[in-house]
């Protein structure tokens, strides 16, 4: 028999992270120093692009979007893991965990839509370079942004409104390092088989129509590179392409596996494991893969520099000016 239910819970209990304790302090700075790499990362990467001009392009405007994607995705559960990792809490209130879950899912599903659109960019950056000023219009790129806003907060909003009239069970611990839906929807005493539904359809189509859309936009990549092959563009594309590839299929796959397959994977330390690199990990390695790697950002970023120390050493000049001593002209 199911414990009794409790439909109004006021608060969760989060699963710790499987450390042994003597390592706990070890992973604590490792976790730490990995946020803050992704939020340095990914603020720097923002910071270039809005003030280097020449970085003002379709391709640069999509990155952007996807680095505040990924810095809102990692404050949303790895400050909360890392709090409860240093204080031993491991509660989180019932609408904190509401609010955990809908920005969880909305980032998630923002991210996908993100890496779809710059799939589709550089498909047609690559196959059809003479319209690419005419295709990635101004007015489009917005329009591609802003249905990925729409529909990720639709869909993000859908699944958070069916779960809150949902009933829980008396045992309130919540076996993950964040509030997650399958998660929630395992401990409730509701019929919850529409939120399946909808998890294994609409959320699978969220998940797999951009799928689809990056692997073909990469096929079309390399099946246009090979009718002309040159060890130049095969190295452009592979430097290109391959590493994107790396990430899509690091992110899609922990993400495929914690939502769909995780009944056959049989541990919950697998699924965490797995959640932590699709929600610390991957963010983290964005700003390296898709612009620090790139030439026009490491120009943008050594006149950053340089401007930096310049304006350093003025500053420095008015410091000490002012704190010399006022000479009297009698």
């Given amino acids: 028999m199911r414990p009794e239910n409790q439909s109004n ?19 604590f700075n490792l976790f ?36 505040f994607s990924d810095i809102s995705l990692s404050s949303v559960m790895v400050p909360k893991m890392l ?11 019932y609408v904190g965990c509401i609010c ?12 996908n839509f993100l890496l779809a659109v710059m799939a589709y960019d550089r498909y047609v950056a690559i196959c059809q370079p003479l319209h690419y000023t005419t295709v990635m219009r101004q007015d489009l790129c917005f329009s591609l942004v802003a249905g990925s806003w729409f529909f990720s907060c639709a869909h993000a909003l859908l699944h958070t409104l069916l779960l809150v009239p949902a009933s829980f069970c008396a045992d309130n611990t919540i076996l993950h390092f964040f509030c997650e839906l399958t998660v929630l929807l395992k401990m409730s005493c509701s019929d919850i088989s529409l939120n399946e539904l909808l998890i294994f359809t609409e959320g699978a189509m969220v998940v797999v129509l951009p799928l689809i859309s990056i692997l073909g936009s990469y096929i079309h990549i390399g099946t246009t590179i090979l009718r002309v092959p040159s060890m130049k563009r095969l190295f452009k594309a592979f430097s290109t392409c391959g590493c994107l590839l790396f990430v899509v299929s690091l992110y899609y796959g922990t993400l495929v596996g914690v939502y769909f397959f995780s009944s056959s994977w049989g541990s919950n330390g697998k699924n965490i494991i ?10 983290m390695l964005n700003p390296f893969i898709y612009s620090l790697r790139n030439r026009d950002i490491k120009q943008a970023l050594e006149i950053f520099v ?25």
């Fill in 9 to 27: 819970m006021p608060e969760f209990l989060l699963l710790e992270i499987p450390i042994p304790p003597e390592q706990q302090g070890l992973f």
């Fill in 32 to 67: 730490l120093g990995m946020y803050l790499t992704t939020m340095l990362g990914n603020l720097l990467i923002i910071l270039l692009i809005r003030l280097d001009y020449r970085l003002h392009t379709p391709m640069y405007f999509f990155l952007s979007h996807l680095a």
């Fill in 83 to 93: 709090m409860n990792m240093q204080t031993q809490q491991q509660s989180i209130p």
């Fill in 100 to 111: 955990q879950l809908y920005f969880f899912i909305d980032f998630g599903c923002l991210d």
């Fill in 274 to 283: 797995a959640s932590v690199m699709y929600t610390v990990v991957t963010p």
């Fill in 306 to 330: 340089n401007r930096a120390n310049f304006f350093k050493q003025q500053l420095l000049i008015l410091i000490i000016a002012a704190m010399s001593p006022v000479r009297c002209i009698c």
